[in-house]
Every structure is written in C-alpha cells, then in structure tokens.
C-alpha cells in the first residue's frame, strides 16, 4: 500500500516571502500522480498542483510550482510571494496510476500561516 | 474540473438519530468519493460510489452506518445512521471527472449531541 508523509505539522512564512511545504510517498508503483490541495478554514478542498509521475518536468501553476524527486519519492511545494490568502491546510495526495477506481491516499496536512 | 455542492452545509443532531447528505455536481461524472474529515486532521475515505452497483466501503466503514445511494451520474447521498458523538466530524464528498483529478464539494459539518 502506498503511503504519504508530512512530517511538519505546521510552517509559517512572511507575506511576500518564499515558502517550500514538504511531502514523501512510498509506493511500488512507476506510474503515479500525485497531488497538492489547499483547503482554507472555509474547509472547501483546492486541488493547488498536479504531478505525473512520468513527467520529468516539475509542474507549476502561478506562483505554486513543485521539486518532484521521483528516486528519492519526494514531491514538495513552494510557494512564491506568500500572500495572506495562502494561509490554509495544506495536503500531498498520491494517485495510483493504474485502475479507474484508484484512490486518493493523503497525508496528515500541514497547516501554514502567513504572517503580515 | 467541477461544481459541487453539499446539502446541508451544517446541521446539529441527537445521538441515536440519523442524516442524509447530499452531494450534487453540475456535470456527468462516474466516480464519486465520500470522506470523513475530523477537525485537524486528514481525510479518510468511507467509500467510493460508481453509478449502477453498489458502494465499495473501505476498512473500517460499513454500509448499514453509512449507507450510499447513487441514483444518477450527477447525485450521490451518504446517510449516517444511528448517529454517536463519535460521529461529529467534516463529511466531504467529491468526483473524479476522468482525468484523474479529484474535485470536492465544500464538506458538511456534523455535531451529535
């Protein structure tokens, strides 16, 4: 079974500051996606980022771009030009890239304020 | 991705009692997923809802406490049943819209007393 880690439970940054969030996964698996949601205390889920597995390079989405690091299975997140609106939860997902009901599996979170 | 919303978005209920929530999306999807979010923490899954069979229930999750309707490619309901304070938690629902992104409704927070 796969698994996801987030082992800071809780990051802060300065506004307009840079901020990486860190993820590891474990799977057997070559094929994969994986994922960065936000969900905000309006505790709606955002899905940030994606990332095939397959795909050397890093995804980036605005000021949200990703060091996906398929050897060392480890998929982190920065954040450029922290904005107060950033101040979430933010979870690493895993997808297996096989079979059409294949699962979400998420990390624990990490909660980042975002300090004015 | 997808519009989905959530009926109710909150609701307060006695133990003993049970709930149906509804998840509607504003396009034909095929999967949809239901989680269960303690305050805090992460999302685990119940159960996945294919339209036309029955619900696949994840460890831990059993169809006569949460029984799952799936009556259309557009609507899914989760029902709690026979509710404890244990219960109390965020219920989200999502889809997938074949492109095996995940998208989620805005989560239904449940209090039993």
């Known amino acids: 079974a796969q698994t996801v880690t987030q082992s800071q439970p809780e990051m802060s940054v300065q506004e307009a500051e840079t901020v990486t969030l860190s993820c590891t996964y474990d799977?057997?698996?070559?094929?994969?996606?994986l994922f960065w949601y936000k969900q905000p205390p309006s505790r709606q889920m955002i899905l940030v980022i994606r990332q095939e597995a397959y795909k050397q390079q890093n995804a980036t989405e605005n000021r949200f771009s990703v060091n996906f690091q398929k050897a060392a299975k480890s998929f982190s997140l920065k954040i450029s030009d922290s904005q107060l609106g950033d101040a979430a939860m933010y979870f690493c997902?895993?997808?297996?890239?096989?079979?059409?009901?294949?699962?979400?599996?998420f990390g624990k979170g990490i909660t980042l304020s975002v300090r004015p | 991705s997808a519009v989905i919303s959530q009926k109710p978005s909150r609701d307060i209920c006695q133990r003993g009692t049970s709930l149906t929530i509804q998840c509607q999306v504003d396009?034909?999807?095929?999967?949809m997923f239901w989680y269960r979010q303690q305050p805090g923490q992460s999302l685990t899954l119940i159960a996945t809802?294919?339209?036309?069979?029955?619900?696949?229930?994840e460890s831990g999750f059993v169809i006569d406490k949460f029984p799952i309707s799936r009556p259309n490619l557009t609507f899914s309901t989760l029902t709690v049943s026979n509710m404890s304070p244990e219960d109390s938690s965020i219920y989200l629902c999502?889809?997938?819209?074949?492109?095996?992104?995940?998208?989620f409704g805005p989560g239904t927070r449940l209090t039993v007393t």
């Open positions: 999502s889809v997938d819209t074949g492109s095996y992104e995940q998208y």
């Open positions: 396009s034909q999807v095929t999967m």
């Open positions: 997902a895993y997808r297996s890239f096989i079979g059409a009901n294949s699962k979400l599996t």
């Open positions: 799977t057997s698996e070559s094929d994969y996606y």
């Open positions: 809802a294919n339209q036309g069979s029955e619900a696949t229930y």
